[in-house]
């Protein structure tokens, strides 16, 4: 099966709630991808305003500037963020 990101939704700050069509839903957290990757494509991302502006476009979310993560990313990112989550609990 091909992973899709079916619905997004813009929660605070650089984080995304992010529901995929293999049933899986997660909260991912742009922040640091953003902000430590020197590609020029992600520098708008920086800008809180047009982070919030990303649209569900083929398989993935994006952005007016081309910017996209593949969806397999995004739900590593969110499954990592939930491991940590226990972990520290």
């Known amino acids: 099966m091909i992973l899709n990101v079916t ?3 813009y929660k605070v700050g650089y984080q995304i709630f992010l529901t995929f069509n293999n049933g899986e839903s997660v909260l991912i957290d742009l922040e640091n991808t953003i902000f430590n990757d ?3 494509i992600f520098l708008p991302l ?3 305003d047009y982070f919030k502006s ?3 476009r083929l ?4 952005w007016d500037n081309e910017a996209d993560f593949a969806p397999e990313f995004l739900l590593e990112l969110g499954r990592h963020k939930e491991m940590q989550k226990m972990e520290y609990s």
Request: aromatic share 6%.
């Open 7 to 9: 619905n997004a939704a």
């Open 38 to 40: 020197s590609r020029k």
């Open 46 to 48: 920086r800008d809180i």
């Open 54 to 56: 990303f649209k569900i």
């Open 59 to 62: 398989n993935t979310i994006t």
